[in-house]
């Protein structure tokens, strides 16, 4: 009785930590993501789940080229930490973990200024103009180039979709958010 007992309570968990499981496949399911907050209407949605010493985030986003997500900027664009899914049509998705030293960019590859590439798993996928980008990180990579996301602590973000895969153009829609990386759930 005890281990039927045990078998159940076993397969109760293990169901419901599959019914939230992130996985980086490219896909937004529907209980996959904690949080989900719209940075623009129609244009762009951030969703997030904080998982130990990690953070999962979806961009799902309208647009023709990159999107991008660049957190706790200084003056416009300066000092931030940017994040890049160019993802092609049939889903093959490049990422650049970025960090921009200027107030209108640019914004080179953390690689191409002495750090390291952070993002642990990327996927994405395009229908279109629909644009769906996941990744994980460590909240704090220890990278100079990366923000440190403090969970449930208040952060701006800024946010940007591009006209095409090309990492350096400029964007054609851009905007900025305040957003709290809320842990629980
Ligand atoms: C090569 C890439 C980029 C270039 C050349 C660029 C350049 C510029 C310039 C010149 C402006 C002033 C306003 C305008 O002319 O539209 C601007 C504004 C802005 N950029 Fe960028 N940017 C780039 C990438 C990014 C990225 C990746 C983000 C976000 C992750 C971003 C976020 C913003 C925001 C929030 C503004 C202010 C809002 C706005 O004016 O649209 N930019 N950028």
Redesign the pocket.
Known sequence: MKTRCLAILVFAASASLAAWAVDIDGRIGPAEYAFSQVLAKDTFTLHWRIEGDRIHLAMEALSKGWV???FDPGA??AR?D?L?GLVAEGGKTEAVDAW?TGT????PADVDQGGRGDLLAWAGSRSGDRVVFECTRLLDTKDKFDKVIVPGAEMKL???TGRDLVF????AK???AKLRFEAAK
């Open positions: 991008s997500l660049g416009v664009m931030s940017m890049f921009c209108f960019g640019p914004h800024i946010w940007a350096t153009s400029k964007h851009a905007g900025a």
